[in-house]
C-alpha cells in the first residue's frame, strides 16, 4: 500500500520522465528503463525504453497502465527518478525492502518539453454550445465552463476520452458509409445527461450516425428524457421504461454502456451485453456487497478480519472476476481509472472489446477465477450466470 500511495503521488504530478537504475533482480534482461511522455499522432502517451547491452525496445502506453508498470519495474530496479513540470521525485527501495521517497519543488530552469504546460485539448471544449453541458449547469449560456463545475466537466471528458480510444478505430468505416448505423444500448440511464453527451459526441463531433436507446426502471424518469432528446432534436435518442434483466433488444447491438448500476445488476448487464455479442462494453460498477457477504478465506484470514479492508478488496475482487469473465467470453479488457479517487472511491471502469482471443488466456482468466474462488469460498453473479459456457472453457 505504501509504494502504491507514492506511485499515485507520482503519477498525479504528471511525470515528464522517469528512470529505473540500480538493478535488484539479476534474472530481468533489462539493464536500465526509461518511461518519457510523449505525443504521438495527437495522443498523450509514455514511451517504455527497454535497454539491454546491445539494444533498445520500445513500448507506448496509456497513462492508465502507468501506475502498473511502475510498480512492476520496482520489482526489478532499486532506485527511481521521476520529473514533472513542478516536482522531482526519487525512491529507492533498500535490500530489507524498506522504501525511501523524497519530493522537491522543481528548481531547473531547463524547460521541459510537455504538454502538460499546455492546456488539455479536450474532446468537447469551451466555445461549444452543448445543449446538455448548459442545462446541466457545467456550461454557460456562451460555451464557458462554470468554476465550480471544472471538476465535472473533466471527469465528462474523461469518459467520452475512455470511448473515443475506441470509436477512433472505427470512424472511417461509418463517415464512408453514411448508411451504416452505430447502435447503442444504455442500463440504467438515470437523468441521462451523459447519454445526451455522447449523443452529442457522435452525431456533432465524430458525425457518426447513431441510435442510442436509454433504460431505466423509474417511470417519470424516461417520460422526461424523451421531452428533453425531442427538446434538443435527437430524433434518433430514445428512452423506454424496463429492467436490466431480461430485456429484449431486438437490432444487432454495437456498444453497451452501463454506469453505477447497484451490485449485482451490473453483473445482469454484462451478461445481457455477452449474450447479444455487442462489440464494446463500458461499465462503471457501483456498490458491491455479493462478495463482501460470502466471502470465507481459509488461509488469508487478515483480509476478512477488518469490515472496511474486507468491503474494499470485495469490491476489487468482483471487478478483476468480471474482467477475467469478460476475457473469457472473447473480449480485449482493461481496467481504467474512470475519475480521480479523491472525487470518488467508484472510480472503477470495465473497457472490453470484442476481439480474438486466444484459448489459451481464455483458459489462464477462467484458472485465475477458480485460483481466488477455492481460497476465498464466495459466490459472484456474473460466473454463476454464465457458468456453463464456462465450464466449456475448461475442457
Given at each position: 500500500m505504501?509504494l502504491y500511495?507514492?506511485?499515485?503521488?507520482i503519477?498525479?504530478?504528471d511525470?515528464i520522465?522517469?528512470?529505473?537504475?540500480n538493478k535488484?533482480n539479476?534474472e530481468?534482461?533489462?539493464n536500465?528503463?526509461?518511461?518519457?511522455?510523449?505525443?504521438?499522432?495527437?495522443?498523450?502517451?509514455?514511451q517504455?525504453e527497454k535497454f539491454?547491452?546491445?539494444?533498445?525496445?520500445h513500448?507506448?502506453?496509456?497513462k492508465e497502465e502507468?501506475?502498473?508498470?511502475i510498480?512492476g519495474m520496482?520489482k526489478?530496479?532499486?532506485?527511481m527518478?521521476?520529473i514533472?513540470?513542478?516536482?522531482?521525485?526519487?525512491m529507492r527501495?533498500s535490500k530489507?525492502g524498506k522504501?525511501?521517497?523524497?519530493?522537491h519543488a522543481q528548481?531547473?530552469n531547463?524547460?521541459?518539453?510537455s504538454?502538460?504546460?499546455?492546456?488539455?485539448?479536450?474532446?468537447?471544449?469551451?466555445g461549444?454550445?452543448i445543449?446538455?453541458?448548459?442545462?446541466?449547469g457545467?456550461f454557460?449560456?456562451e460555451?464557458?465552463?462554470?468554476n465550480?463545475k471544472y471538476d465535472?466537466?473533466?471527469?465528462?471528458?474523461?469518459?467520452?476520452?475512455?470511448?473515443d480510444?475506441?470509436?477512433k478505430?472505427i470512424?472511417?468505416d461509418?463517415c464512408?458509409d453514411?448508411e451504416?448505423?452505430l447502435?447503442i444500448?444504455?442500463?440504467g440511464c438515470?437523468?441521462s445527461?451523459?447519454?445526451?453527451?455522447?449523443?452529442?459526441?457522435f452525431?456533432?463531433i465524430k458525425k457518426?450516425?447513431?441510435?442510442?436507446?436509454?433504460?431505466?426502471?423509474?417511470?417519470?424518469?424516461?417520460?422526461?428524457?424523451n421531452?428533453i432528446?425531442?427538446?434538443?432534436g435527437?430524433n434518433?435518442?430514445?428512452f423506454e421504461?424496463?429492467?436490466?434483466?431480461?430485456y429484449?433488444?431486438e437490432?444487432n447491438?454495437?456498444?453497451?454502456?452501463?454506469?453505477?448500476?447497484?451490485?449485482t445488476?451490473?453483473?445482469?448487464?454484462l451478461?445481457?451485453?455477452?449474450?447479444?455479442?455487442a462489440?464494446?462494453?463500458?461499465?462503471?460498477?457501483?456498490?458491491?456487497?455479493?462478495i463482501?457477504s460470502?466471502m470465507?478465506?481459509?488461509?488469508l484470514?487478515?483480509?476478512?478480519?477488518?469490515?472496511i479492508?474486507?468491503?474494499?478488496?470485495?469490491?476489487l475482487?468482483?471487478d478483476?472476476?468480471?474482467?477475467n469473465?469478460?476475457?473469457c467470453m472473447?473480449?480485449?479488457t482493461?481496467?481504467?481509472?474512470f475519475?480521480?479517487?479523491?472525487?470518488?472511491?467508484?472510480?472503477i471502469?470495465?473497457?472490453?472489446?470484442?476481439?480474438n482471443?486466444s484459448?489459451?488466456?481464455?483458459?489462464?482468466?477462467?484458472e485465475?477465477?477458480?485460483?481466488?474462488?477455492n481460497e476465498?469460498?464466495?459466490e459472484?453473479?456474473?460466473?454463476s450466470?454464465?457458468?456453463e459456457?464456462?465450464e466449456?472453457?475448461?475442457?
Amino acid at each position: 500500500m505504501e509504494l502504491y500511495k507514492y506511485i499515485s503521488e507520482i503519477i498525479s504530478a504528471d511525470p515528464i520522465r522517469i528512470v529505473f537504475s540500480n538493478k535488484s533482480n539479476k534474472e530481468y534482461k533489462y539493464n536500465k528503463v526509461k518511461i518519457n511522455f510523449a505525443q504521438i499522432k495527437d495522443r498523450n502517451l509514455y514511451q517504455v525504453e527497454k535497454f539491454t547491452d546491445k539494444q533498445v525496445f520500445h513500448e507506448n502506453i496509456e497513462k492508465e497502465e502507468l501506475a502498473s508498470v511502475i510498480e512492476g519495474m520496482m520489482k526489478n530496479f532499486k532506485q527511481m527518478a521521476s520529473i514533472s513540470a513542478e516536482y522531482n521525485f526519487d525512491m529507492r527501495i533498500s535490500k530489507k525492502g524498506k522504501i525511501f521517497f523524497s519530493k522537491h519543488a522543481q528548481t531547473n530552469n531547463i524547460k521541459l518539453k510537455s504538454s502538460h504546460n499546455k492546456k488539455k485539448n479536450y474532446i468537447l471544449q469551451e466555445g461549444m454550445i452543448i445543449p446538455p453541458l448548459i442545462d446541466l449547469g457545467v456550461f454557460t449560456k456562451e460555451g464557458k465552463v462554470i468554476n465550480s463545475k471544472y471538476d465535472k466537466f473533466k471527469q465528462i471528458n474523461r469518459f467520452v476520452e475512455i470511448i473515443d480510444d475506441e470509436i477512433k478505430k472505427i470512424e472511417k468505416d461509418y463517415c464512408e458509409d453514411r448508411e451504416k448505423v452505430l447502435h447503442i444500448l444504455d442500463f440504467g440511464c438515470g437523468k441521462s445527461y451523459l447519454t445526451f453527451i455522447l449523443y452529442y459526441y457522435f452525431t456533432e463531433i465524430k458525425k457518426i450516425n447513431v441510435k442510442i436507446t436509454g433504460l431505466d426502471l423509474k417511470e417519470d424518469v424516461i417520460k422526461n428524457c424523451n421531452k428533453i432528446a425531442e427538446s434538443y432534436g435527437y430524433n434518433n435518442l430514445k428512452f423506454e421504461l424496463g429492467d436490466i434483466n431480461g430485456y429484449k433488444y431486438e437490432n444487432n447491438l454495437d456498444m453497451v454502456i452501463t454506469l453505477h448500476a447497484c451490485d449485482t445488476a451490473t453483473d445482469y448487464a454484462l451478461f445481457n451485453a455477452i449474450n447479444w455479442n455487442a462489440k464494446m462494453i463500458f461499465s462503471v460498477p457501483c456498490c458491491q456487497h455479493e462478495i463482501n457477504s460470502t466471502m470465507k478465506p481459509e488461509k488469508l484470514k487478515l483480509i476478512s478480519k477488518y469490515g472496511i479492508i474486507q468491503e474494499r478488496v470485495s469490491a476489487l475482487f468482483t471487478d478483476s472476476i468480471r474482467a477475467n469473465i469478460l476475457e473469457c467470453m472473447g473480449y480485449k479488457t482493461q481496467l481504467l481509472e474512470f475519475i480521480d479517487i479523491a472525487h470518488s472511491p467508484k472510480n472503477i471502469l470495465i473497457r472490453a472489446v470484442k476481439s480474438n482471443v486466444s484459448e489459451a488466456k481464455k483458459k489462464r482468466s477462467l484458472e485465475e477465477i477458480e485460483a481466488m474462488k477455492n481460497e476465498f469460498k464466495f459466490e459472484q453473479t456474473l460466473y454463476s450466470l454464465l457458468r456453463e459456457r464456462l465450464e466449456d472453457i475448461k475442457k
